[in-house]
């Protein structure tokens, strides 16, 4: 019942631009705090991006200034504007929503997609 679908993801030049996607369905998508992670090779998933059901935003402090992360809540549907792309950005993208109601937490992802950055 609830699906997150990652787009947009693909091969790119360093200093190119990519926007991803994320589809969301059965879920309150107004009332989600929504989130992009990211996870390279042998390395621990991180928060790259996050936007609130009140649109506040938070970055990590790698990518701040490079990507924008905004939100569609007429389509339900996240973004992540990546520009300025380079190698160490390369890595499987997932997409998060959580909610937080009567102190459980929930929480879903979508399948990821891959973004590599290389010449």
């Known amino acids: 019942q609830v699906q997150l679908v990652e787009s947009g993801g693909g091969s790119v030049q360093p200093g190119g631009s990519l926007r991803l996607s994320c589809a969301t369905s059965g879920i309150v998508f107004s009332l989600n705090t929504m989130g992009w992670y990211r996870q390279a090779p042998g390395k621990q998933r991180e928060l790259v991006a996050q936007i609130t059901s009140f649109g506040i935003t938070n970055y990590a402090a790698s990518v701040k200034g490079q990507f924008t992360i905004s939100r569609d809540n007429a389509k339900n549907t996240v973004y992540l504007q990546m520009n300025s792309l380079k190698p160490e950005d390369t890595a499987v993208y997932y997409c998060?929503?959580?909610?937080?109601?009567?102190?459980?937490?929930?929480?879903?992802w979508g399948q990821g997609t891959q973004v590599t950055v290389s010449s």
């Open positions: 998060n929503a959580q909610r937080g109601v009567l102190g459980k937490i929930y929480e879903y």
